[in-house]
Nanobody, 115 residues
Framework: QVQIVDSGGGLAQPGESLRVSCAVS????????VGWFRQAPGKQREFVAS???????IYSEIAKGRFSISRDGAKNTVHLQMDNLKPEDTGNYSC?????????WGQGTQVTVSS
């Protein structure tokens, strides 16, 4: 049974930083890509960033230059560091492993960027 727990997030002002994390149970973490997605109210879910089992990061255009994804193999955890946050970064951030169609999702964590 794979379980994912998303954490972090919260309220930030424009230009500030936040970090969200997802902890994954099970050995699937050792050989799978983990991705972060977000969904703003009234909008479709969109890809933010992912990291492969070999620590290769992949960033969407919205994340390049501001966000950094990393992986802690000892704790089965993936972190998404978000710097220089903008109001349009507001949304529910959730972690996925195993693919968006047949994989597993965390419960999500809310990020709100507002002055």
């Amino acid at each position: 049974q794979v379980q994912i727990v998303d954490s972090g997030g919260g309220l930030a002002q424009p230009g500030e930083s936040l970090r969200v994390s997802c902890a994954v149970s099970g050995s699937i973490f050792d050989y799978s890509t983990v991705g972060w997605f977000r969904q703003a109210p009234g909008k479709q879910r969109e890809f933010v960033a992912s990291i492969t089992s070999r620590d290769l990061p992949i960033y969407s255009e919205i994340a390049k230059g501001r966000f950094s994804i990393s992986r802690d193999g000892a704790k089965n955890t993936v972190h998404l560091q978000m710097d220089n946050l903008k109001p349009e970064d507001t949304g529910n951030y959730s972690c996925n492993i195993g693919g968006i169609w047949n994989g597993w999702w965390g419960q999500g964590t809310q990020v709100t960027v507002s002055s």
